[in-house]
């Protein structure tokens, strides 16, 4: 069984459409994240939430919200998409304390 | 405040050569420290982890040693193989704040 899963693995979009990623993890992980890779590798972290709970909501365009409708969901809408939001997302999970991230396979955004 | 800083690649070695990816934190408090690979048109996976102070991860035949006196967590294999070429994050935990390093890409040729 797949631990963190996200649809979909590839979303092709025109600028100034909305668009929702879903995020699902079976750990029973208390704190799920999404990260932005961009084509350089880098990782931002750009929403935390635990027991769904926002706990960071680094500086990100107000366009993109998050919603948890429970522990061991997170998705991510991105209202009114522009071209600099082509990237990869992770979504991600973890225990609380020392335990590492599982990351989901991504979803990379086209945006044109 | 928190940080990770690893080596910038790209690094290309032949097959069977020593591998070192060097990574340093800045932390208030004791961070877990782990390695993730990223092999092309995947996720992020955890390769190895240590949590405190002179422990040691390893996995698949690399290494890494927490180094508190150095702020150090370098990863280390003896003989990489083609099937290594990824690109490499070093990262830190501390109170579920993870910070990443901006990854190391590794091509390994025959």
């Known amino acids: ?112 | 405040g928190n940080s990770v800083t690893q080596m910038e690649g790209p690094v290309t070695l032949s097959e069977e050569a020593f591998l070192t990816i060097n990574c340093t934190y800045t932390a208030t408090g004791y961070p877990s420290l782990f390695w993730y690979v990223q092999y092309p048109g995947e996720g992020l996976q955890l390769l190895l982890k240590a949590t405190k102070a002179d422990d040691k991860g390893s996995n698949k035949g690399f290494e890494a040693t927490y180094r508190k006196e150095t702020t150090s967590f370098h990863l280390e294999k003896g003989s990489v193989q083609v099937s290594d070429s990824a690109v490499y994050f070093c990262a830190s935990n501390t109170g579920n704040q993870f910070y990443f390093g901006t990854g190391t890409s590794l091509t390994v040729i025959p």
């Open chain 1, 1 to 112: 069984d797949t631990a963190v899963s996200q649809t979909p693995k590839y979303l092709v979009t025109q600028m100034g459409n909305d668009k929702s990623i879903k995020c699902e993890q079976n750990l029973g992980h208390d704190t799920m994240y999404w990260y932005k890779q961009d084509s350089k590798k880098f990782l931002k972290i750009m929403f935390s939430y635990n027991n769904k709970e926002l706990i960071i909501n680094e500086t990100v365009p107000n366009r993109f919200s998050p919603k948890s409708p429970d522990k061991a969901h997170l998705n991510l809408h991105i209202n009114s998409l522009e071209l600099g939001d082509s990237a990869v997302y992770f979504c991600a999970s973890s225990r609380q304390g020392d335990s590492p991230l599982h990351f989901g396979n991504g979803t990379r955004l086209t945006v044109t």
